[in-house]
């Protein structure tokens, strides 16, 4: 089956610096990548998501960078804010969703 | 606020018990799921139904127990649970699985701890 693995698990940056949390896949077949963000008593909310037939996708802050030939997509959060802290998960689909293990975002004002 | 709600938000029982988990959709969405989330482990899928239909049983234990009356609403039965069934359990549904629409939205979940 599909195995997805997320880093760091642990993150902190300085309020306006960019954060960057990298996953990576080892099911070619998979073809739909989304984010997760879900903050503290709260479910998983999709902030973005890329299919696999695009390279990039952008919005506002958030951007996700896909590399098909290696495997591995990526969540850029640019300017980040403090409520931009939460644990963000990402994970990989062809039928069913495997998720990463989570990153635990802490933006320091 | 994502249109998926799920009660009680919070329950603690004891291993005899039996407790039933609710899980609404307003979403218009015909596939729905349920995931255990851990500490410090990714979400496991445990059970998808489709258009009422259960068409994944993740090997998950028989005290646990799916029930889908319809699109709209989702149950997850507990009896006779041990103590490492303590989880947030989470609620999520999609359009359905053979739409395309791979989105899936998720509720707030259920904190349950066994005792």
């Known amino acids: 089956g599909e195995n997805v693995e997320q880093h760091p698990s642990t993150l902190s940056v300085q309020e306006g610096d960019s954060a960057v949390i990298k996953c990576t896949y080892s099911?070619?077949?998979?073809?739909?990548f989304p984010w997760y963000k879900q903050e503290l008593g709260k479910g998983p909310q999709l902030i973005i998501d890329?299919?696999?037939?695009?390279g990039e996708k952008k919005d506002q802050r958030i951007a996700v960078t896909l590399n098909k030939t290696a495997k591995h997509f990526s969540l850029h959060i640019t300017e980040t804010q403090p409520e931009d802290s939460a644990v963000y998960f990402c994970?990989?689909?062809?039928?069913?969703?495997?998720f990463g293990t989570g990153t635990s975002l802490t933006v320091i004002p | 606020e994502t249109g998926v709600t799920q009660t009680p938000r919070h329950l603690v029982m004891g291993m005899t018990n039996k407790k039933s988990l609710k899980c609404e959709q307003h979403?218009?969405?015909?596939?729905m799921y349920w995931y255990k989330q851990s500490a410090k482990k990714p979400l496991e899928l445990m059970f998808v139904?489709?258009?009422?239909?259960?068409?994944e049983n993740n090997s998950v234990p028989s005290r646990f127990s799916p029930e889908c009356p319809n699109s709209s609403h989702l149950f997850l039965h507990l009896h006779t649970l041990q103590p490492e069934d303590s989880a947030l359990y989470l609620c999520?549904?999609?359009?359905?699985?053979?739409?395309?629409?791979?989105?899936?939205?998720f509720g707030p979940g259920t904190r349950l701890t066994v005792t």
């Open positions: 999520a549904s999609s359009q359905d699985l053979a739409s395309g629409s791979y989105e899936q939205y």
């Open positions: 099911d070619s077949a998979s073809n739909y």
């Open positions: 890329i299919r696999s037939n695009v």
């Open positions: 994970a990989a689909s062809r039928n069913q969703f495997y």
């Open positions: 979403l218009g969405h015909n596939a």
């Open positions: 139904y489709n258009f009422k239909e259960q068409t």
